[in-house]
Each structure stands twice: as C-alpha cells, then as structure tokens.
C-alpha cells in the first residue's frame, strides 16, 4: 500500500439487510470500529436503496465517520425509467460512494460497458465516487485472457473521463470466480491483476495511477485481508459476505492489527 493512498474498506450488503438489520449491523459496527480504526482506513457502506436513509440518519445522528455509499444506480437524472433510482437522488442522501458495474449487475441485469461508462460519468458529475468492478470469469482467466478482459473493461469504464476525475476514483478487481465462492485470488495473483489495473489506467492517464485507489474483492475475509492489503498495489477491499455479520467486517477494517 503505497503511503499516499488511503486504504478503503467498502462492504457491499447486495440484496440482504432490511432497514431495520441494517440499522443493528451499523450500530454493532460502531462498537466494535474504534475512532484509530478509522483514522487509518476509510470504510464504506453500501446498503439496498430502502436503507440508504435509515442509515444516513443514523451515521449522521451518532456522528459515525463511515462513508455511505450504493450499490448501483442509473445513468439519466429523470425521466420515464421505472424503478431506477438517479445519482442526484442519491447524492441527495449524502452517499459518497456508488458501486457502478458489479459483475452481477453485468451479467445478471445486463449491464453494457456503454452503459457502465455513463454511469461512472453521471456519479462523477454528482461529486460522488464511483467504484468502478472490473474482473473476469474462470473460463476466461484459463483461457489466459484475465488481462486483456479487464483492460478493455477499463478502458471502456473510462472512456472521455478526465485524468483528474480518475485519480480520484476506486477500481475493484474482483476475478468473478472468486465472488461469493469463498475461493479467493491468491495475493500474488490479486497483486499482479491490481497492478495490471493501474498500468492501464497509467497508460490511458499518467499519474491518475498513482491516485487511483485500486480495491481486491472475492471472499475476502478476516484471515486473509492483511495478506491482500499488505501487497503494494491493493489498497483496499470490497467485501461481501462478510460485511453482513459486524465482527467479520470489523475485523477485516482492522486487518493492520492482524497476524499474518
Ligand atoms: P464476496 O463478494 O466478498 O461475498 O465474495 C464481493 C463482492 O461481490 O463485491
């Protein structure tokens, strides 16, 4: 982890959690996450769309310094688009950062590079962050194809976005492989995909690379999260399954504490 970039722990709720669990998870988590916690490492949230305000009432009501953040949203900022949910609407809510073209909003919802790149460029002009989830499959990565995937799901993610706007963004490699299986990417593995990541981005960018905070996801967990974000090009973790249970995700905030 390079001095200059803050680490960024992001957990990723997906479609679990009603407001009323999400509350409780919020406030275990306070308990456990200590103010040198979060002097050290920036934590997101990421609730459903039904939480989002309960959440906020409550980071802001008890002063809580963790950033909000979603999952998702649309590229237009109104308009006839039943069930979506615009960036303004959000940034209205106090999110900081948006999840923009997780693998499953790709491949289960459809979502096109195209489609990707306006959204990453509709957070952007609503002063939020995005997340911008790139990754491939396992046929893919045997395939020997891992590289070129996410290169290509970069450059499209970043198309007629401007270098300072990249330097302030996140990238998560999560290899889709990894997601949910509870198979992680080795850290060597993880390293080299995160620094292909942000030879891309040198590539399209110049320094953008050096700001550019670059995230590993798939099964990250309490034991293997110090191995992950001691590697010199991952500087920070979007976790999913464990972010829903408030001592996995404490913990894994609190991965410079650890053992390896
Ligand atoms: P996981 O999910 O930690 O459950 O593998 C990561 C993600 O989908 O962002």
């Given at each position: ?11 990723n709720w997906?479609m679990?959690?009603n407001h ?5 998870l919020v406030q ?5 996450v200590?103010?040198?916690?979060v002097d ?5 949230v990421?609730p459903?769309f039904?939480?989002?305000r309960?959440?906020q ?9 963790f950033f909000l953040?979603?999952?998702h949203?649309h590229?237009?900022e ?8 615009a ?8 999110v900081?950062?948006?999840?923009v073209?997780?693998s ?8 096109t590079d195209?489609?990707?790149n ?8 609503n002063?939020?962050t995005p ?5 491939e ?14 290169t ?11 270098a300072?706007?990249?330097?302030s963004?996140v ?5 889709i492989?990894a997601?949910?299986t509870?198979?992680t990417?080795s ?16 590539d399209?960018h110049g ?6 905070r670059?995230?590993y ?8 999260a110090?191995?992950l974000?001691?590697q010199?090009d991952i ?10 249970e408030?001592?996995s995700?404490?913990?894994i905030?609190?991965?410079?504490l650890?053992?390896?």
């Open positions: 982890m390079s001095e200059e970039r803050r680490p960024l722990i992001s957990g997906k679990h959690l009323f669990e999400a509350l409780k275990e988590l306070t308990y456990l200590s103010r040198d916690d050290a490492v920036d934590v997101s990421h459903p039904t939480d989002i309960t959440v009432t409550s980071l802001e009501a008890d002063k809580i310094p953040g979603a999952q949203c590229f237009e109104k308009g006839a688009f039943t069930g979506e949910v960036p303004s609407m959000l940034a209205k809510l106090g900081s950062y948006v999840i073209g997780h499953e909003r790709r491949e289960v919802f459809g979502e195209a489609m990707i306006a959204k990453v460029r509709a957070v952007l002009a002063e939020m997340i911008l989830c790139v990754g499959t396992l046929d893919e990565r045997e395939a020997g194809e891992a590289e070129s995937k996410v290509g799901q970069i450059q499209s993610g970043l198309a007629k976005v401007k300072d706007q990249v330097a963004m990238i998560a490699y999560e290899p492989w997601i949910g509870g198979k990417a850290a060597e593995d993880a390293q080299a995909m995160c620094e292909s990541v942000r030879n891309v981005v040198r399209l320094s953008a690379a050096d700001a550019v670059v995230q996801g798939g099964s990250v967990k309490p034991t293997n110090k191995e974000m001691s010199p500087d920070g973790a979007l976790v999913g399954g464990a972010s829903l408030a001592e995700f404490a913990s905030v609190q991965y410079r650890h053992q390896i």
